[in-house]
């Protein structure tokens, strides 16, 4: 019983763990809080499964398209909106990240509409109980994924000129502007990243939590709050915040009624921010000079 | 010597002025979806004019002020339908309440900064908004949600028409636009102001940074509970989505869609946020849509505000040259 | 003695800003506390007026310890400051700045200013009126009053810091770079006021770069580099140490 709660509660932790990440790299290359987070995964969930229920699609195909569309969708928005806004101020562009949000979810109700779909997992048959854990299949892919995501993207930061000059851009504009590193492209890439990110934890929770145009906001909120426990700015950290969020909040789910369930997260972030607002990774200064 | 006092006087003036249109507007105005369309407005200009207060002029920008007004609706709500207090009572502890608790959570709250603020206050929002869903026994939850069967009463009058409610919340609304008025042209104000700039200088003038913060907390708090004690009565009948985390985004967005330096910025974002949706009606499922459009549009294009981009343009128009 | 500052010492992650230093600020007298670039200056006067704590040591000011204090306390004991990266107040005219550098003078809460009660009409006045004296103190035509403080040029805005310190007539002040960015002219009107200042009983904390000021102004001087005391004595004194010759060597070369 124990364990199964614990799976489960990795199960959701690897989604807010994407969203947490994503956060991450938005904030780490631009000092900015991007409050349409949650929309991207909303997004990633609607837009998957409006191509397979409705198109017909198998979900292997509907859920890379719809990626890569909220990924151009994320880009967009940093190159069209937050760039060209008059006021370059954190607090203005994040005011301005709400607005869009709100764009987001408006272009979703009107294109999909407000039902709840639950479009198929991407794979069928069963998994037979572990150690007497039952995981859905798209679980399993779950799983799987955001293992291989998660490693993808250590390497590409760790080793690759792209991960380099965003993480150079993100400590010091001048110098890498310096070095020839555009911080306008890194930010766009930043905010790209963190649209396949939400996108692919939305295509890959769809079928188990179902996609709605409203789905944005909790998303967003568990997903503020596990890099606030990780410490933000911290990747590691994200990650990690995302996988413990996800198990605490099964626990209580698990002894509570489950309406007071996302009161956990919410819970936990305010502790956390009041006894230590570093997180447990630590993670840089949050006064961005 | 009387300069400085002119601004005030001006203020003044215009508080006038706004008392002279509102009374105009409910003498001439019948309509009731009109008369509710306003009475909304008015409702939430309130809780606008606080966080005005509180984002504007001391920086803190606080996504949690649907909690609060949450709070005054429930704290009115209860005590005149289960313990029988007069209607006038329970808004005064409307009032009180959320300025006590606001008081207590900004202690410890407003010692963190900026970015870490915002996240504590929606997460504080969050979860009171969680609570209001969840004790069903106290609030009825979402459903069936708190029913209200006295109306809004001053002694022996009863003011449960519309147009009742209408004049109530006017003058409330004019109450609150005087208190804060009376505010910013202080001492406190003035500190509050400095906040924003530079709080090592404000400190070194010897202002308590956290006190203050803390106190218009408390105030914007109060104003919000007044806010929720006026929606409870009109509405008689009401839910626990009403008070949700999307209420403190609209409340943000007027105050910037308003302005961000002004008060009266926040009867004009009220105007704007309450009349567009109602006039966008006809577009039902694009409404949302075109809401977040014209506000991001406006965010990007106009960041002091609507208000003091109007204000600006007929100044410019008026004088000529660059009015600055 | 007003200020006696011992064995201050400040940490950050590893560099040590400031290392047991020790100086006194005699009352009524300029002390000018000099030395290169990075010497621990600013820390200095950021622990005296209570923006950061010590690691390690003691401020003590007319008797009583300032370390633990906040820097709204701090204030309210008679110690105004000014900033070397100027932190004029945003959105508020130049009166309005000076009269919230006043704000010690004042008592009225939220609630009484909500309600605009007489207390706080008096007190309006009463800083309006310390705030047009320390204006004209400090040589700040009237026409600029209602002028919003950061549009005015940079040498008007330090007199107007300087005003905002003054206001609550305070006993102790803690000047940083006054001097930097301003024309000789403007150097020799703030030495002259200084001096004026010093005449009143004002004491005063300077840290300066502009060697000419200091040497003319200063009673005392207290040279440091790396975060401790090189030496402290008349200008006179400071001026012929070798010790601090090597300090400020390459200071002097590029500055001659």
């Not at chain 1, 993480?167 to 001048?174: L, P, Q």
């Not at chain 1, 905010?191 to 996609?211: C, E, N, Q």
């Not at chain 3, 009983?201 to 840290?207: A, H, I, K, P």
């Amino acid at each position: 019983m124990a364990a199964q709660i614990f799976v489960s509660g990795l199960l959701i932790g690897c989604v807010y763990a994407l969203v947490a990440w994503g956060f991450t790299i938005v904030y780490n290359a631009t000092g900015l809080i991007n409050f349409a987070a949650g929309e991207f995964v909303m997004m990633g969930s609607v837009i998957s499964a409006a191509l397979s229920i409705k198109l017909g699609w198998p979900a292997l195909i509907a859920a890379p398209v719809s990626i890569c569309a909220v990924t151009a969708i994320a880009a967009l928005m940093d190159w069209g909106c937050l760039q060209r806004a008059k006021r370059q101020t954190p607090l203005a562009l994040g005011m301005l990240t709400i607005g869009i949000g709100i764009v987001l979810r408006g272009a979703m109700l009107f294109s999909f509409g407000k039902d709840f779909q639950f479009p198929p997992a991407f794979s069928d048959g069963e998994i037979p109980a572990i150690l007497g854990v039952n995981i859905p299949t798209q679980g399993a892919w779950v799983f799987g994924t955001v293992f291989i995501a998660a490693i993808l993207l250590w390497q590409l930061f760790a080793r690759s000129w792209l991960g380099w000059s965003m993480r150079a851009a993100g400590e010091s504009r001048r110098a890498a502007v310096l070095m020839g590193i555009s911080p306008r492209n890194v930010s766009t890439t930043a905010f790209a990243m963190a649209g396949a990110m939400g996108a692919l934890a939305g295509a890959l929770i769809a079928p188990l939590a179902s996609a709605n145009y409203t789905s944005g906001l909790f998303f967003g909120l568990k997903g503020f709050s596990a890099a606030i426990l990780g410490g933000i700015g911290s990747p590691l950290g994200a990650v990690a915040g995302g996988l413990i969020l996800g198990v605490l909040e099964n626990i209580a789910a698990g002894y509570m009624s489950s309406g007071w369930k996302d009161a956990i997260a919410l819970g936990i972030l305010i502790l956390v921010l009041l006894i230590k607002p570093t997180g447990i990774f630590g993670g840089r200064s949050v006064k961005r000079v | 010597m009387s300069e400085l006092s002119k601004a005030y006087r001006h203020n003044l003036r215009g508080l006038a002025a706004a008392s002279i249109i509102l009374a105009l507007i409910g003498a001439s105005t019948s309509n009731s979806f009109y008369l509710t369309t306003i009475i909304f407005a008015l409702i939430e200009a309130i809780s606008a004019i606080g966080l005005t207060l509180l984002f504007g002029f001391a920086g803190l920008a606080s996504l949690g002020q649907a909690a609060f007004v949450g709070l005054g609706a429930y704290t009115a709500a209860l005590l005149v339908e289960r313990c029988a207090f007069p209607p006038i009572a329970g808004m005064a502890l409307a009032i009180l309440v959320p300025t006590a608790v606001g008081w207590i959570i900004g202690r410890p709250l407003l010692r963190l900064s900026g970015l870490y603020l915002t996240m504590a206050s929606l997460a504080l929002g969050v979860v009171l908004s969680l609570v209001f869903s969840q004790a069903i026994s106290l609030t009825g939850g979402l459903d069936p949600g708190f029913m209200l069967n006295h109306a809004f009463s001053l002694g022996h009058w009863t003011l449960d028409s519309t147009k009742d409610m209408y004049w109530v919340c006017s003058v409330c609304v004019v109450l609150t636009l005087y208190l804060a008025i009376n505010l910013i042209h202080s001492r406190f104000g003035r500190g509050l102001r400095a906040l924003q700039s530079s709080e090592a200088a404000a400190e070194g003038s010897g202002i308590a940074t956290v006190r203050f913060k803390t106190a218009i907390f408390a105030i914007a708090a109060g104003m919000a509970g007044l806010s929720g004690a006026l929606y409870a009565f009109f509405m008689r009948s009401f839910n626990a989505t009403a008070f949700d985390f999307s209420l403190s985004i609209e409340l943000l967005i007027i105050v910037m869609v308003g302005s961000l330096r002004s008060v009266w910025g926040a009867l004009f974002g009220a105007a704007v946020v309450t009349i567009l949706p109602a006039a966008l009606e006809n577009f039902s499922d694009y409404k949302l849509f075109i809401y977040g459009v014209v506000m991001v549009l406006i965010m990007m294009f106009l960041p002091d505000g609507l208000f003091h981009g109007a204000v600006q343009g007929v100044s410019r128009l008026l004088a000529g040259k660059d009015a600055k | 003695m007003s200020l006696s500052v011992q064995g201050l010492t400040k940490r950050f992650d590893g560099l040590t800003a400031v290392d047991g230093l020790s100086f006194e600020a005699p009352k009524g007298k300029v002390t000018a506390l000099i030395g290169p670039n990075g010497a621990g200056k600013t820390t200095i006067l950021s622990m005296i007026s209570g923006l950061m704590a010590p690691s390690h040591g003691s401020i003590v000011y007319e008797g009583g310890a300032l370390t633990g204090l906040s820097g709204h306390q701090i204030a309210q004991r008679g110690i105004a400051r000014t900033y070397q990266n100027l932190q004029m107040f945003e959105d508020m005219s130049v009166l309005e700045a000076v009269m919230t550098g006043a704000h010690v003078l004042g008592r009225s809460g939220p609630i009484s200013a909500m309600l605009r009660l007489p207390v706080v009409r008096r007190e309006e006045h009463v800083l309006e009126a310390a705030a047009r004296t320390a204006l004209q103190r400090v040589h700040v035509p009237q026409s600029l009053y209602l002028r919003e403080a950061v549009s005015l040029p940079y040498g008007l805005q330090r007199r107007v810091e300087i005003a905002r310190a003054l206001v609550a007539a305070p006993r102790l002040l803690l000047l940083d770079e006054p001097a930097a960015g301003l024309n000789p002219t403007e150097t020799e009107e703030l030495t002259h006021l200084i001096a004026g200042l010093r005449s009143e009983g004002l004491t005063v904390l300077l840290v300066e770069h502009d060697m000419e000021m200091v040497m003319n102004l200063s009673d005392s001087v207290v040279v440091m580099n790396f975060g401790k005391l090189i030496c402290a004595g008349t200008p006179s004194e400071v001026q012929s140490n070798p010790l601090v010759i090597e300090a400020y060597l390459g200071e002097e070369e590029a500055d001659a």
